[in-house]
Structures are given as C-alpha cells and as structure tokens.
C-alpha cells in the first residue's frame, strides 16, 4: 500500500490515515442490533457523540436504517427523516464534526450531502442495492466506502455459499473499485463486510487474510464491533461482547485496517496506542 493510498479526503481535508482512526456508529434506529447504540432522542444523540469526541473519535457514521438480519423495511422518506434530524442537531452543536451516513439509497445519499456537510457514504450494498449509487457519488464527490455483500439485509444469512470466501470478496471489491474510479471517484475505502452474508466460520477466514485486500491501495475498515461472529463463538450476547470486539479488532489491525467502526470508541482507540506502539518498535528491531 503507497503512501497516497493512507490519505482520505474529507470535506476538502486530508486525512492521513498511517495512523489507524476510529469510527464511531450512531444508530438513530428503533431496531439496531445493539440495544446500547439505538439513539432516538436529541439528548441521547448529542451525549453519545461528545462522549465520542472525548475518546478521540475520527468520523462519526450516522445509520437511519437497521441493516440487522431480517431487518424492517423503512422507506426512504422515513430513512431521511431519521438521518436529517440527528444531523441537524449534531452540526447545530459541532459545526466542525465529520460526518459518514450509513445508508444505500442514492437518494438518501444524495439528500445528505447537499443539505449537511457530510463527508463520507458508507455502503453496506457496495453499490449493488441501488443502481444510480456510483454516479452519483461520482456526481457528489464525496468519499465512499464500498462494502461486500450478498443478498440484502433481509436474505443474506441465506446467501453465504461460496468456494474461496476470501478470493470472492476480494474479486467483487476490485472490480467495482475500478468502476468506481472510471467514473472518477478517488477517495474509496473498501470493507469486506464482516457479518454481512458470511457465516462464522468464514468471517473468521476474511479475518485472518485481511493482508491480501491491502493489495487494492485503497484504506481498509473493519466492522466487528459487537457482532454475532464474536458473541456466538464465545456463547454470549452482543453486551458482553467489548472484550471480543477489542481483541478482533487488534488483529483486525494488524491485518492492515486504516479504519475501526465501533460503538466503544474508547476502548478502539487504546487498542490503536497499543498497535501503534508496537509497531514503532517492529520498526526499531528491523533497523537494529
């Protein structure tokens, strides 16, 4: 990976992303997975995204939309309603904050960034919910994460048959990054969709590869936070599963993840003091 491929513009700044940064998830969902991250009132949203602020937060990712298993079905009027609202309030409050929404509905994309100054899309579709996604990220020029996924929200615990799980996921993010970048669209982070139409197992094989996707020169995220592939292995549920998460994470980091989407920010970012002090010191050994 070259050095410009650790650089991400947001809102006209580059980010230097050689230092690993956090993620925090914002849920303005009735439904998330996680009942802890469902935020519904002004006052819970605004906490939860100061207290973010504190730990050291980098992009705040905002979701109107539950994209659980079998997830309920909103529209998009209704899917903007939620997102808009938290938006205001947050920019109200932190006119400075840089802001991801989570959602994979052109319009819905289109709609929060000409009227809030967000800087990202996160795409858990990969462009492959909506057709009229790519052109216009490509016609917004705003950064976009570009995720793995089969099926859709409500299939996709049935769509995780596959023969190399890590060749697939591998071979559909290259092929549409490179369509991404015809239409001129530069500043792409890909994730390969842990949770999303993949079974423990094979969660655990992207895991465990993750040094392969380093080879598409784009900045990796890793979404483990909480998820099922932690807490079903250990025969827990999803509150008590921050110490799995920040483990995960930690190898998640040493697979080549630039970006660590969390509901537990702080903890995220000790694990990244750790990563990034262990490295200095890898380095220090191979030049002794």
Do not use: W
């Not at 700044?13 to 998330?32: A, K, Y």
């Amino acid at each position: 990976m070259n050095s410009n491929s650790l650089q991400l513009k947001l809102n006209n700044r580059l980010v230097d992303l050689s230092t690993p940064i956090v993620m925090g998830i914002i849920n303005v969902t009735p439904d998330s997975f996680f009942k802890e991250n469902r935020f519904v009132t002004d006052k819970s949203i605004l906490n939860a995204v100061e207290r973010m602020m504190d730990d050291g937060v980098g992009i705040i990712d905002i979701g109107g939309y539950s994209s659980r298993p079998n997830a309920e079905i909103i529209t998009q009027e209704e899917e903007i309603r939620r997102v808009s609202g938290a938006l205001e309030i947050l920019l109200k409050k932190f006119p400075d904050l840089t802001i991801s929404v989570d959602t994979f509905r052109s319009s819905v994309a289109r709609h929060v960034v000409k009227n809030f100054q967000v800087a990202m899309i996160n795409d858990i579709g990969g462009g492959t919910l909506d057709d009229l996604m790519f052109e216009t990220i490509a016609d917004l020029q705003v950064a976009y994460v570009l995720m793995h996924l089969k099926g859709t929200p409500q299939t996709m615990q049935s769509t995780t048959q596959y023969e190399d799980i890590v060749s697939e996921v591998l071979r559909f993010l290259e092929k549409r990054l490179a369509q991404l970048h015809l239409l001129g669209v530069n500043d792409v982070v890909i994730d390969p969709g842990f949770g999303f139409a993949k079974s423990l197992d094979q969660n655990y094989q992207l895991l465990s590869q993750l040094r392969y996707f380093k080879e598409l020169n784009v900045p990796i995220m890793a979404g483990l936070s909480r998820k099922s592939m932690l807490y079903n292995l250990l025969g827990i549920d999803a509150t008590e599963a921050l110490n799995a998460t920040t483990s995960a994470n930690m190898l998640a980091l040493m697979g080549g993840a630039s970006i660590l989407r969390v509901h537990d920010v702080k903890e995220a970012m000790q694990a990244i003091a750790i990563y990034n002090k262990y490295q200095d010191n890898c380095s220090l050994k191979t030049e002794n």
